[in-house]
Nanobody, 122 residues
Framework: QVQLVESGGALVQPGGSLRLSCAAS????????IAWFRQAPGKEREGVSC????????DYADSVKGRFTISRDNAENTVYLQMTSLKPEDTAVYYC???????????????WGRGTQVTVSS
């Protein structure tokens, strides 16, 4: 019943910006968490950022602190990941995940989107 719809992946130049969106449906309250993960070819999945919908508590991976900002639009049940100062090493498939528990950047989220490709290249 819970569904996550991702959008915004694109090709962007180093130093550029990009905004990813994750629209969540199927939750009956605001007590859930949305997280962004990414996986580059040959690398393990990495938690990027998360936000608790009810109160906006956030967490970020060290690799993106100061460059990425996660936010929520509760009226639209949508979470955004604003990415700035993008680097080639940010290239990955970005996945949206959700759960009713605040796992922060841990791996145990129950619901996952299909992923959207972000490529940072000149």
């Amino acid at each position: 019943q819970v569904q996550l719809v991702e959008s915004g992946g694109a090709l962007v130049q180093p130093g550029g910006s990009l905004r990813l969106s994750c629209a969540a449906s199927g939750f009956t309250s605001n007590y859930y968490t949305i997280a962004w993960f990414r996986q580059a070819p040959g690398k393990e999945r990495e938690g990027v950022s998360c936000i608790r919908i009810s109160d906006g508590v956030t967490d970020y991976a060290d690799s993106v602190k100061g460059r990425f900002t996660i936010s929520r639009d509760n009226a639209e049940n949508t979470v955004y990941l604003q990415m700035t100062s993008l680097k080639p090493e940010d290239t990955a498939v970005y996945y949206c995940a959700a759960d009713r528990f605040y796992y922060r950047l841990g791996p145990s989220y129950s619901y996952w989107g299909r992923g959207t490709q972000v490529t940072v290249s000149s």
